[in-house]
């Protein structure tokens, strides 16, 4: 069996803690065994490992988030990078395309198909076994999880099965039901009625063979090789795997999912899992109730007599909401134009700490980057800006134009445009970056070969 996780997501729906790079699955707020702190996307790697679903793992993703799945998950991972965003279809056909063509995978092998960061329990993982031993038995060419519903929603889709008595009380020894119909998010009114006539919340779960998915993409992009179908990734149509292939497939089945499962994907959803209520520089009193305070700034941040609120600190901004209005803030959040402000790389952290502009057209950037030990940024240079370098923890190794040096806490070096440069750390290591030019965006880069 192998196992594609899908990571996608603008990241608007938690601003001011996510943005177009740090997307809902990559924040570290949810409690771990060991008493720290994981994200969504390792506690679910985490629960598949512990599940025991002896299975590769690779990860489908943007080249915005990247670097945050390899910070998270190691080098290790198998990582396949969407060219452009194009929906979950396109997604799915590339990873499946990368396992076939670039790890060998056989076309009979069974895939199994699901988000990054569902928020559920040991029985989730059993479900999913029982949808690859239907595929590997023929129960059906596709089958996909149903998960019971809790109340009528819009924000889902439904599926309904043609037996829903017996997907109330599955066989165990064959637990894969046929599917009649896909309802993609109805109305509220409509929800109950599908619940009533026993539909299941589509939980975005799917298994197949691998040749199964081979064949759907070869209608759209014919390659002989992995390069070949990423340099025609716009081929494939910009459309959800559930739209081109479940509702169109003619053997579909369904296993039922009867335990907990959530999505953690506003405030107010994601709070009720945290028994925590501040993180970061903040004191609140006594007199405050169902509040949760995140900061991520270093000012301290001071709440009294808060009731039901959201409040939110990061680089990107500040958020105040009521519990109850924290589902609109992606609305408002599309209004914000600014590059983030927070971005975790696969060498480490950095924030934007000030950003000027002057009248002669000129601007000024100051960021704080933190490089993990052994970790390292590319051999680079910039056209348009100078950077002066302030080391203010660590230790690390500075190289300028193919000469090294190694740096530490006090030292500075200045960077001028045009010459190449790159920093590996041998701490964890803490610096100041002063950017001073005409144009200051990420973009402005030109990266070489470079050996340590």
């Keep these: 069996m192998q196992i594609i996780l899908l990571s ?15 997307s809902k699955q990559f924040l570290k707020i949810i409690p771990a065994p060991d ?30 988030q990247q670097d945050s799945v390899i910070s998270q998950l190691g080098e290790a991972v198998n990582l396949v990078v969407e060219p452009s965003r194009r929906d979950t279809f396109p997604a799915i056909c590339l990873a499946c395309e990368f396992l076939a063509r670039q790890k ?20 989730y993982f059993d479900a999913i076994r029982l949808m690859a031993k ?18 009528p929603s819009a924000k889902y889709g439904y599926v309904l099965p043609a037996t829903p008595a017996q ?19 109805p109305d509220v009114p409509r929800a109950e009625a599908l619940i009533r006539e026993g539909a299941l919340w589509n939980g975005g779960v799917f298994a197949f063979r691998l040749g199964f998915l081979l064949d759907l993409a070869e209608k759209y992009v014919k390659a002989d090789s992995y390069e070949q179908v990423l340099a025609n990734f716009s081929a494939f149509p910009k459309i959800s795997f559930d739209y081109e292939v479940a509702e169109k497939a003619s053997s579909v089945g369904m296993v039922r999912y009867n335990g907990f499962w959530k ?8 709070t009720d899992e945290l028994a925590q209520h501040t993180f970061g520089n903040v004191v609140a009193d006594e007199t405050g109730s169902n509040t949760h305070v995140f900061n991520e700034l270093g000012i301290p941040l001071l709440c009294l007599g808060t009731q039901n609120l959201i409040v939110a600190a990061s680089p990107d901004g500040i958020l105040v909401s009521e519990k109850g209005k924290s589902e609109n803030i992606k609305l408002f959040a599309q209004q914000l134009k600014q590059r983030p402000m927070f971005e975790e790389r696969r060498w480490g ?3 934007v700490i000030d950003f000027v502009e002057f009248p002669n057209g000129t601007a000024s950037l100051t960021k704080r980057l933190t490089l993990n030990p052994g970790c390292a940024i590319s051999y680079q240079r910039h056209t348009h800006r100078d ?12 190289v300028l134009d193919g000469v090294s040096r190694p740096v530490t806490r006090g030292d500075s070096v200045v960077i001028p445009a045009g010459h190449k440069h790159t920093l590996k750390a041998v701490t964890p290591l803490t610096f100041i970056e002063v950017q001073n030019g005409s144009l200051l965006i990420e973009e402005d880069i030109e990266r070489f070969p470079f050996s340590w």
């Design 8 to 22: 996608g997501g603008s990241g608007t729906r938690l601003w001011p803690l996510s943005n177009d790079a740090r």
């Design 104 to 123: 060998d995978v056989s076309r009979d092998e069974v895939v199994v198909v699901m988000p990054c960061d569902p928020f559920t329990e040991q029985d």
């Design 35 to 64: 008493g720290s702190m994981e994200s969504m996307i390792q506690r679910v790697v985490r629960q598949l490992n512990h599940a025991g679903l002896d299975a590769p793992v690779t990860i489908a993703t943007g080249a915005n």
């Design 167 to 185: 997907a109330d009380t599955p066989d165990k020894s064959n637990p894969v039901v046929p599917v009649r119909e896909f309802i993609e998010k």
């Design 134 to 151: 239907g595929v590997e038995d023929g129960a059906a060419q596709l089958v996909v999880m149903g998960i019971n519903p809790t109340y």
């Design 349 to 351: 952290t950095y924030s």
């Design 263 to 270: 999505d953690l994907g506003t405030w107010n959803t994601l």
């Design 387 to 398: 950077e002066i370098w302030n080391f203010i923890d660590g230790e690390g190794i500075f």
